[in-house]
């Protein structure tokens, strides 16, 4: 069953009505613009490890020295946990007339916060957002399988589609020594969105998380040097993103 938006005859009908069961019964409302059920749908995995959890976009208090606290209180900044202390960076295609890269309040899927990348049509290599951790000549993640994330189109989004969705490893970095003239070619995979939220896990030993082929081959996938986690998107988008964690 589908949650009422705030616009909606139903919607209005629970408010007067105070529900189907009861009057204390409050209907859970879905801002205009946002993904669809399940809002909730994350809190199952709230319990997990503290160390498997990458970004959320919650408040974080040790990003108030350097600005990385959004005017909404909302943050880019990675948890500082298990050896990571990064942030998510941003890469504008300059033909892209609109981009916006945020952590936002407005359409959370747990919390009070979630990242947005939307953009409009690009005619040059696309948009990128990547949540980079900064511990020197890589990440050793050898000891998770891979990486889950909470995703879905926004209501500015058109048809479905998949987004391309990936991991960046010293062997790909732009300011690796390996790839040459011919970095960024990452390790991606296309993931199918929808305007619903869902839970969608990248795992490193996927034989379709592979190289484009523009640069240096480097296999296999080096989970023991990971730079980051990526969404790049080379065609018009509305992309909400939250919870994102290592698996085990």
């Given amino acids: 069953m589908r949650r009422p938006r705030a616009d909606s005859p139903v919607f209005v009908l629970l408010v007067v009505l105070g529900g ?26 709230a319990g997990e490890p503290a160390e498997l959890l990458i970004a959320d976009f919650e408040p974080d208090p040790a990003a108030n020295s350097d600005g990385g606290v959004q005017s909404t209180g909302c943050s880019e900044k990675l948890h500082e946990i298990a050896g990571r ?40 290599w696309g948009n990128n957002w990547t949540a980079y951790f900064r511990s020197g000549n890589g990440y050793d993640a050898s000891a998770y399988s891979g990486v889950s994330f909470w995703a879905a189109f926004g209501g500015d989004n058109g048809p479905d589609f998949a987004v391309p969705f990936g991991i960046v490893t010293t062997d790909t970095a732009p300011n690796s020594s390996l790839c040459g003239n011919n970095c960024g070619d990452d390790y991606m995979k296309g993931v199918e969105l929808t305007h619903d939220w869902q839970r969608y896990v990248l ?46």
């Fill in 20 to 45: 189907a069961c009861s009057p204390s019964v409050q209907p859970i409302v879905v801002a205009p613009g946002c993904p669809d059920e399940p809002l909730r749908g994350p809190d199952q995995y």
């Fill in 85 to 124: 202390d990064g942030s998510w960076a941003r890469a504008r295609d300059l033909t892209s007339k609109s981009v916006t890269f945020e952590a936002s309040t407005a359409c959370a899927a747990r919390g009070q916060c979630a990242g947005h990348f939307a953009t409009s049509t690009p005619t040059g």
């Fill in 203 to 248: 795992r490193f030993d996927d034989p379709k998380l592979v190289q484009k082929g523009w640069g240096a081959v480097q296999t296999p996938l080096r989970r023991d040097q990971l730079v980051g986690f990526i969404i790049w998107t080379q065609q018009q988008s509305d992309i909400w993103i939250d919870d994102v964690r290592f698996e085990p």
